[in-house]
């Protein structure tokens, strides 16, 4: 055995991050956000054979399905979500209740990301996107990111940027991308019933869930939103600990894409 080098641990880290880094620069998809609908999102898009990749500002993907319901990591999906999460992700959920079966959130979020790197999917962790690129039409043409470490420690450094042809938000509750969109893009006018973002209802599990796939949908040109967020920009409930409208919402997303991206 050769004796370790320090500088071939370092060489390996940074060729290896550079080559891979570079080839994300040019996407067919750019996933933001590495909780359930995005991750679910990004495997079907990938086992599509498109290229994609997710941006996590967390240094861990599975957004909030580690916290299960109150800190109690477990999670609760419906009948509606099996396919999607036992017989495509291979997740191994446990009957509970009539139409109800309990997840453990390790067990999930491992499986899923599992899923989603084997079918191709790049995830890079530790990343905030804190803008969008704009082109013709004003149309969302990638994104602008930088480190999570940057944004925290308020540093003025500034981002990188790389072109998708749809982006997606999936970023949950605060629904980050499409808030930057109105924000930034003067008289932007969103495709909702006001033409802006119309803000999360109180819980109302049912109501959340039967809204959730429908309001999956593109919100602004070349930009789609997934799980929470969608619900969040269209004026639906929350649904508390119930996970399956994720997984439905991020499949529904990555069909809508893959559409969008056959177009351009
Ligand atoms: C990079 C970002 C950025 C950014 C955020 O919250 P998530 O799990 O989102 P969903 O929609 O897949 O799932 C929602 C679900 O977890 C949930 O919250 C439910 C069911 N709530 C119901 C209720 O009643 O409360 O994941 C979003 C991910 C997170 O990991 C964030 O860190 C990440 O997006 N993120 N990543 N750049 N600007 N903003």
Redesign the pocket.
């Known amino acids: 055995m050769k004796p370790i080098s320090e500088i071939e641990v370092t060489r390996g880290i940074v060729e290896r991050f550079t080559a891979d880094f570079l080839d994300s620069l040019q996407l067919d998809v750019a996933v ?7 991750m679910t999102c990004a495997y079907y898009l990938a086992r599509d054979g498109l290229k994609v990749a997710v ?4 240094l861990h993907v599975g ?3 580690w916290g299960g319901g109150m800190l109690f990591p477990r999670i609760v999906l419906q009948d509606a979500a099996l396919e999607i999460v036992c017989t495509d992700l291979g997740c191994r959920l446990e009957p509970f209740h009539e139409g109800y079966h309990v997840g453990d959130s390790v067990e999930v979020v491992s499986r899923t990301c599992v899923a989603a790197l084997d079918a191709g999917v790049r995830v890079w962790v530790g ?3 804190e803008d969008v690129l704009v082109r013709e039409e004003d149309r969302v043409s990638g994104v602008v990111i930088n480190w999570r470490a940057v944004e925290l420690a308020a540093l003025h450094v500034d981002p990188l940027a790389l072109e998708a042809k749809v982006v997606i938000d ?5 629904a ?1 991308v499409v808030h930057t969109v109105q924000r930034k893009i003067p008289g932007a006018r969103l495709f909702t019933e006001t033409g802006k973002i119309i803000g999360e209802k109180p ?1 109302w599990a049912e109501v959340a869930e039967a809204n959730i796939e429908d309001y999956t949908r593109e919100v602004y040109p070349g930009l789609l939103v997934a ?3 969608a619900n969040a920009v269209y004026g639906a409930p ?3 600990a119930i ?1 399956g409208g ?1 997984f439905l919402s991020g499949k529904k997303a990555a069909g809508l894409a893959a559409e969008m991206v056959r177009r351009s």
Request: glycine residues 32%; aromatic residues 6%.
């Open positions: 933001i956000g590495g909780g359930p609908s995005g941006f996590e500002r967390n957004g909030g399905m990343v905030s996107v999936a970023t949950g509750h605060e980050g819980m799980g929470m967020a929350r649904m508390g996970f994720m």
